[in-house]
């Protein structure tokens, strides 16, 4: 191995824990009707919005997912506190987001045992975000060789001419590459295609198989 991409939310910034404080937050702070479930649901819907609309505005995507969720009747909420709860989140989202040290010790240990490999961050985040979230949580920038975000590449994730021209920069082969995310679609399958070694995050997943023909095994 000479390459390690990381995506950036989910193995290194949990951000699914950070929007359900916020959405709890916002839900409290304007005295809503508001359950744990309305949570998950609100978490859901921003994930499918986003993968679907790429809206990187965190004020319009919880706008539309939770007029979404008061069309499907899951909330029942005015326009008014639809946007009033849109603008709490959108305030608080990027100062509840923390990264766990362990990450800075992970690496160094992985520097340590694969000598000489590099090390890089691959987001749909601006550079800008992802560098401020990592320094407030006191990670040192230099463990990672490179950060390659949204505004990088022509194409957005997932894709496999973005992981060519990462494979270029380093110039490395993607057999010599491993990738790390939490989105089998869009960080783990394009990877796949090129041979790249691929890792799944995902603390949501009990267990994992590769092949239908496992399942009766794993069921027993």
């Known amino acids: 191995m000479k390459l390690l991409i990381f995506d950036?939310?989910?193995?290194?910034?949990?951000?699914?824990?950070?929007?359900?404080?916020v959405a709890d937050d916002a839900a409290k702070d304007l005295n809503l009707k508001w359950s744990e479930e309305n949570s998950w649901e609100l978490i859901n819907y921003i994930d499918q919005i986003y993968e679907a609309e790429k809206i990187y505005n965190y004020k319009e995507l919880i706008n539309k997912s939770l007029s979404k969720m008061a069309v499907n009747k899951l909330v029942y909420l005015s326009d008014q506190e639809i946007d009033?709860?849109?603008?709490?989140?959108?305030?608080?989202?990027?100062?509840?987001?923390?990264?766990?040290?362990?990450?800075?010790?992970?690496?160094?240990?992985?520097?340590?045992?694969?000598?000489?490999?590099?090390?890089?961050?691959?987001t749909s985040q601006t550079?800008?975000?992802?560098?401020?979230?990592?320094?407030?949580?006191?990670?040192?920038?230099?463990?990672?060789?490179?950060?390659?975000?949204?505004?990088?590449?022509e194409e957005?994730?997932?894709?496999?001419?973005?992981?060519?021209?990462?494979?270029?920069?380093?110039?490395?082969?993607?057999?010599?590459?491993?990738?790390?995310g939490d989105n089998v679609a869009v960080d783990l399958a394009p990877a796949s295609y090129l041979k790249m070694r691929t890792i799944l995050v995902n603390p949501f997943v009990t267990q994992s198989i590769s092949s239908l023909h496992e399942i009766k095994e794993v069921l027993e």
Request: proline share 3%.
């Open 8 to 21: 950036f939310d989910g193995p290194i910034n949990d951000l699914t824990s950070a929007k359900k404080v």
């Open 84 to 122: 009033s709860f849109s603008e709490s989140f959108s305030e608080k989202i990027n100062k509840v987001q923390s990264i766990s040290k362990d990450i800075q010790f992970i690496i160094k240990e992985l520097k340590r045992k694969y000598e000489g490999v590099n090390i890089c961050i691959y």
């Open 127 to 153: 550079e800008s975000n992802v560098t401020k979230l990592l320094t407030a949580s006191g990670i040192e920038l230099r463990l990672f060789d490179k950060i390659y975000d949204r505004n990088y590449f």
């Open 156 to 180: 957005q994730k997932p894709s496999t001419v973005n992981l060519l021209k990462i494979c270029g920069d380093f110039n490395v082969t993607p057999e010599e590459v491993t990738v790390i």
